[in-house]
């Protein structure tokens, strides 16, 4: 079997080393922070209403920004589509970071959170994906 194929198997989770559990507890965190942001974004705007105005951001944004936050945690969370996920995680908090950035808020709270879940997400699969270990060698 060739090495590239190799890298496209999925290992058993019944060996799991204490470096995958812990990617998963990481990656576990990354979806309830993102489910738990999504669910606000849709069911209880008014908990971030001042948050959105100053960030200049609608109010009605949250029925468009809740689910595309719900189907980030989603894709993150399920191995098959998980690098997918985290992409579009990154690409979600990148957005939010810039949105700080833009009205003066550097080193805020929210910015760090989002650069810290943003570690979180692709560290969180680095230890428990193999095939990114083997795309991202960072000890060879």
């Not at 590239?4 to 799991?16: D, G, S, Y």
């Not at 550097?106 to 270990?133: F, K, Q």
Request: hydrophobic content about 55%.
């Amino acid at each position: 079997m060739s090495e590239t194929m190799k890298l496209h198997r999925v290992p058993e989770a019944t060996n799991l080393h204490p470096a995958a559990w812990a990617g998963r507890i990481m990656s576990m965190f990354v979806v309830v922070v993102l489910v738990a942001d999504g669910a606000i974004q849709l069911f209880a705007p008014a908990q971030i209403a001042s948050m959105l105005q100053e960030t200049g951001f609608a109010m009605d944004l949250t029925r468009i920004v809740g689910p595309i936050i719900l189907v980030c945690a989603i894709l993150y969370a399920i191995p098959a589509t998980a690098v997918l996920g985290a992409i579009l995680v990154t690409g979600f908090l990148g957005g939010a970071i810039c949105a700080h950035v833009r009205i003066g808020e550097l080193g805020t709270p929210p910015e760090i959170i989002s650069v810290l879940l943003g570690a979180l997400t692709w560290g969180g699969l680095y230890l428990r994906d193999p095939r990114i270990r083997a795309i991202l060698p960072l000890i060879h």
